[in-house]
């Protein structure tokens, strides 16, 4: 059987804040316009889609979301997200906030970090092994991605330690122990 040769092309955007007094709809639109010519296999958006988790900013941002050109499109909520009830409009509108996409060449799992309206955020205890189940469902061979919002581990010379969700030790633990390859983040 010949080898895929073809490259995976994954595209990860963050921190949109859709309703933030600084947000620039022409940079998003701009944003969206790149992506499309990339024509991506995968588009990863980690987290912070609104300012404040109101209805109407989910709404807008899902019409902003809507011209980009990838079947697969994971999504995942941030602590803006979450706050004011916006986790349970974010699963009307995007779907569970715990997610899992295998293709065979590349595994992602992606897991809500954010409480509700806190900025700090955890992973829980209670879905450890629902990630390590995850990943051990896919090839060897596959390329392993973890997906949060919050930090792992510090960010260098930003002075953020505290954006790290809370069981960062035991998280890292559990994708290294998955074998994971990569860790996407948003948050800073």
């Known amino acids: 059987m010949a080898e895929n040769t073809k490259e995976t092309i994954i595209v990860q955007i963050s921190d949109i804040h859709v309703g933030e007094q600084h947000f620039v709809p022409s940079l998003l639109t701009r944003c969206i316009d790149e992506i499309n ?3 991506p296999d995968m588009v990863i958006i980690t987290g912070d889609l609104t300012a404040n988790g109101f209805r109407m900013e989910y709404d807008t941002v899902k ?3 809507s011209p980009i050109k990838c079947i697969n499109i994971l999504v ?3 602590n803006h997200d979450s706050r004011n009830v916006g986790y349970l409009h974010f699963e009307d509108i995007f779907g569970s906030r715990y ?5 065979g060449k590349v595994s992602i799992v992606a897991a809500d ?4 309206d806190l900025d700090n955020g955890q992973i829980g205890r209670e879905h450890y092994d629902w990630i390590k189940n995850e990943f051990s469902k896919c090839d060897d061979n596959s390329f392993k991605i973890f997906a949060m919002h919050h930090h792992l581990v510090p960010v260098p010379n930003t002075g953020r330690e505290r954006n790290m969700v ?3 030790g035991d998280v890292l633990e559990t994708v290294v122990d998955a074998g994971v390859d990569m860790v996407l983040c948003g948050h800073k």
Do not use: T, V
């Open 37 to 39: 010519e990339l024509c």
């Open 63 to 65: 019409n902003y979301l």
């Open 76 to 78: 995942q909520l941030g």
């Open 99 to 103: 997610i899992s996409f295998n293709n």
């Open 113 to 116: 970090s954010s409480e509700p």
């Open 166 to 168: 809370n069981d960062a």
